[in-house]
């Protein structure tokens, strides 16, 4: 199982990025996916869920400025963030929570936004 985040950058207040994680030895569909991030001193947390029937939910630091979507076509998931601020400096990774309660992740992505 592998998944595979890119679309990382670094890019101004007020800018936007769209990350992606791309699955290989799992269906995306078949379980929910997750996007979290981790900033330097701080806990892991989630920013973005999409269940496996397609609901989808935020935290209210990112509600309205983030938005998770899946391709099902391409097993890919997507993390379209906008009016990105300083605070969203982190390192994004994706998971996937999968039959048995089992939960693979990916590798990070460093989106760092300056000020």
């Known amino acids: 199982v592998q998944l595979q985040a890119s679309g990382g950058g670094l890019v101004q207040a007020g800018g936007s990025l769209r990350l992606s994680c791309a699955a290989s030895?799992?269906?995306?569909?078949?379980?929910?996916a997750e996007w979290f991030r981790q900033a330097p001193g701080k806990r892991r947390e989630s920013v973005a869920t999409?269940?496996?029937?397609?609901?989808?939910n935020y935290p209210d630091s990112v509600k309205g400025r983030f938005t998770i979507s899946r391709d099902n076509a391409k097993n890919t998931v997507y993390l379209q963030m906008s009016s990105l601020k300083p605070e969203d400096t982190a390192v994004y990774y994706c998971a996937a929570d999968m039959l048995y309660g089992i939960r693979y992740w990916g590798k990070g992505t460093q989106v760092t936004v300056s000020s």
């Open positions: 999409i269940t496996s029937g397609g609901s989808t």
């Open positions: 030895g799992i269906i995306f569909s078949v379980g929910d």
